[in-house]
């Protein structure tokens, strides 16, 4: 996939959201899907083991559902800084 098509693909979603704690609150259980930086590419790199789309690993897109509260905000804090000095530097 050209390198185009990916940015305008990644900046089609906001991540991270706005105000995560306030989607926390409001949407309880459901918050992760909601903060997830997911854009649908799924595809894991062989020499990083992330993924190409969103930066996540594999481990961390398949334990994604599972966060709750505080271990979310730390992890979608922890993705926007990966996404920050991948993408955006």
Same mark, same amino acid.
């Given at each position: 996939? $050209? ?15 706005? $105000? ?7 949407? /309880?259980?459901?918050?992760? /899907? ?5 854009? /649908? ?7 990083? /083991? ?18 709750? =509260? &505080?271990?979310?905000? =730390? ?7 990966? &996404? ?6």
């Amino acid at each position: 996939m $050209n390198e185009k098509r990916i940015d305008k693909i990644r900046t089609h979603k906001e991540f991270p959201h706005p $105000n995560p704690e306030k989607v926390i609150e409001h949407y /309880g259980e459901y918050a992760a /899907g909601l903060l997830s930086p997911c854009i /649908g590419i799924c595809n894991f790199s062989p020499e990083t /083991g992330m993924c190409c789309g969103c930066t996540r690993t594999k481990e961390e897109a398949a334990n994604w559902k599972y966060l709750k =509260d &505080q271990e979310l905000l =730390d992890k979608v804090k922890e993705i926007e800084k990966r &996404q920050n000095e991948l993408f955006r530097n």
